[in-house]
Nanobody, 122 residues
């Protein structure tokens, strides 16, 4: 069993940066891929980024490529999402999820956090 807790969201202006954290409990976290997804009201949950257990593999969605960076610290059981040059269209609830392999598909992830709100004003 893995429990995930996101933090670091907030209200920022366009062009600002935020770093989200996903803190995990459970002994298997260091063997798990972790991803970030985001969702806005009325829309489907959207893949943002994912990282493999060893951090050797990362994937990003085209919409955030070059602006966001995913990383992890297995000693702290934490995965980070550094978000730079934020845009109003990045406004969403951001969720982290853990699974076996890094993938952009939601179905590959068994455990999900409750989400953290990111709001970017223009």
């Amino acid at each position: 069993q893995v429990q995930l807790v996101e933090s670091g969201g907030g209200l920022v202006q366009a062009g600002d940066s935020l770093r989200l954290s996903c803190a995990a409990s459970g002994r298997t976290f260091g063997q798990s891929a972790v991803a970030w997804f985001r969702q806005t009201p009325g829309k489907e949950r959207e893949f943002v980024a994912t990282i493999s257990a060893s951090a050797s593999t990362t994937y990003y969605s085209d919409s955030i490529q070059g602006r966001f960076s995913i990383s992890r610290d297995n000693a702290r059981n934490t995965v980070y999402l550094q978000m730079n040059n934020l845009r109003p269209e990045d406004t969403a609830v951001y969720y982290c999820a853990s699974g076996v392999v890094p993938s952009s598909g939601q179905g590959h992830y068994s455990y999900w956090g409750q989400g953290t709100q990111v709001t970017v004003s223009s």
